[in-house]
């Protein structure tokens, strides 16, 4: 074939294919969108049954769906590139050259064999049919009525389902800003890991034990799935790991430890400064006091010496059963002075000195580590507080009544809670009690529970320190703790409000129903997680 | 009339319009008829024509003959008929000085166009004899081999009524026809004509308007015709699609025995290039190849009883087989 009639040949195909493309992108490119906006009808019937995405964001995705659909649906007519002889097929199925095109590319490409004079003939006849059709009126661009038909109605539907309220909305609101609360709580701890590991005043043992509960709570903050309730029981746990922490590494309170000591250096007008000292509980004065003694021991005379003997022996004394090594040191002091060996006594009384110099830096180092464990616990309850409240604005009054209600269910029990916790030893039930139903306001998880909305108000207990509240203990027959059923006399020795004792029922005919309850509760999930082991303690120690 | 042997594309159009036109002097109406026996013709091969009498089945041949100046025989096929009747004998003569010797006398199949006037009245014996000739355009007597004419062709009738004392031609020879053609009846203004032109004082006479050289070139000229990939490989499937098995019609599955045979796609393909140089193409289509279909098809179905009992047509059946075979 000729090579001008063959590039006439495949220019002529070339523009019917553009056009057959054209017709095919018309028809693609709203199936495209259409379809795209079948996905987005899919995700916005999800949107109303899970919270998922604002009506805002459906309208996005919605757009972004059917823009996305109808590019593809462009493309697939675009892109597909059929070779000459499809382009050929096309041509002649399409403008009716019964196959003229076809067999002319054909005998060009050497497919078919035939006589030049017929190669020649047909190649002439195919470009002059070719040429002769005005393509684009054999191929005009339509519009299939029924996909744009269909491509309206899905855009009605969907805007109606951008414009209408969208139930979920609250529900995502508050599952967001509990996700957004649990997250920035989360940056938060990874801030105060990071000032812990940063502390100079901390060795890596002291960073190891504050760090623990703080990255444990971290890791399961940063969890995919971590729910609300799992969040606050976490950081819970963690403020109460810290708490326990503080406690066990809290130095003991020196003034009562030194009471006794001061009060034996009490008399003798030569120790003032270090009876001050003991009085105030404070280590690094009693050393500086000490050394000064220490340093005046050469300027006594004899009797002041003997007194001062005495005093320390007493003091020696005093500290026998409390602290050893202190009262060995007193004594060792006071054998110096005793047998009136000075140098002996100024050795006994520097070192002495250097000891409680050396037990007040401890003091103060512990004393640092226990209010750091402490601050971090209060921020950690603080955490827990802000991520139980998340989600909480614009819930109900019921709702964020309850949350604050100290008499409302849990609210009694975590009263009950800080007793039982507060009462290890038989059955004390004291004022604490009702100091903790004032303040046992404790957050609320509010409407933030997995039912939104319709979520109960769960209380969440403050663990609040019983050590300085004064209870009135009762103390209970030893025929009572082993036969429970024997106690009818404790009954009127029990402090009870309520006067009428004919309306009292013995307390071990109903602790197996409460026990019960207690069981089924916790069996059925209903206790938020972190609070389980809670329950089950208080029931535990209730137990006759 | 150009030279035969440079026959152009036109000049095969024109004398194929001439020849059509003088034989439609003589013969009214049966244009498809017509057509397709001259396609048959220009395809190289044999015709059955099937009609009830009267409808100028023989008028049709005779005509044709007169008009492509080829040398015309008929045999009129009879239950007597013998071999020898229609191949030729060896007979005794008097060669002089007393000598005798035997010439062999051809018989009426040695002619350019012989028409075989039912075909289906002479026993399978005499059909044999005229089909060996239509297959090997040669004739075998007493060991003898005589090449006939070129070009040859033989334009069978045979009557569909009567079917008492026939032989019907068996598959294997049917095969042989190209095409087989239903001759229908006129319709009443053809039948009208047909009255004033037969009852009149003078009737209608065609004239050669072609010749046997020409019917060769024209042959030639139409195996030159290209054929897409696309419309062969639809004339295979066509092909394998008449087989019962595996077949997309449920009416081939249904009603044949067994289906057309390669000569069935020969048949298709060239008399497709044929009609695509009448209908002024230079290339074969596939609405060639449906039009061609009835009639290369229709007597290469066999159909099994049931399709018999309950009367399906083989054209019915070809009819479902163009839609389901996609092209």
Redesign the interface.
Known sequence: MAEGDYLALTKQLAAVNGRFRLQQSLIWGPRGALLGLLLAAIVAALARLRPLLTNQELGMVALGLAGIGLVVGWLWAWLKRPSLNQQA?QADAALGL???A???V??AEG?????P???N??RQ??LAQLKAIDVAAALPLNWNRRDWLLLALAIVLLGMAVWLNNPQAERLATQRAIGQAIAEEANELEALAEEIRQDPNLNEAQQEELLAPIEEALEALQASDTSQEQAVATLSEASTELRELSESVAPPNLQEELAPAAEALAENRDTTELTEAFQDGSLNQASAATAQLAENLPTFNEETLSQLADALAQTSESLETTDQPLSEAFQEAASALDAQDLAAAQEALEELAAELAERGEETAVAEALSQQAQSLADQLNESRQTVAQAGAEGTSEDQQQAAGDPQAGEGATSGGLGGGQAGSEGQTQGEGGTAELESGRGSGLGSAGPRGGDAETVFVPDAVDLSNVEGEDVELPAECRANPADCGGLLNETPSEFEDETSIVPYTDVFGDYQDAANEALSDDYIPLGLKGYVRDYFSSLEP | MSEPQTLSIEAFRETAVLIQNEVGKVIVGQEDVLQFTLIGILSGGHVLLEGVPGLGKTMLVRTLGRVLDLQFSRIQFTPDLMPADITGTDIMEDRGNGQRGFRFQQGPVFANLVLADEINRATPKTQSALLEAMQEQTVTVATQTYSLPKPFFVLATQNPIEQEGTYPLPEAQLDRFLFKLNVGFPSADELNEILMRTTAGQTAQATAVATGEHVVAMQQLARNVPIATNVSQHVSQLIVATHPHGSPSELVQKYVRYGASPRGGQALVLGAKILALLNGRYNVSFDDIAAIAPAALRHRLLLNFEGQAEGITADAIVADLLEKVQS
């Open positions: 097929r019964q196959e003229r076809t067999t002319a054909e005998i497919a078919i064999a035939t006589t004079f017929f190669a003939q047909q006849d195919a």
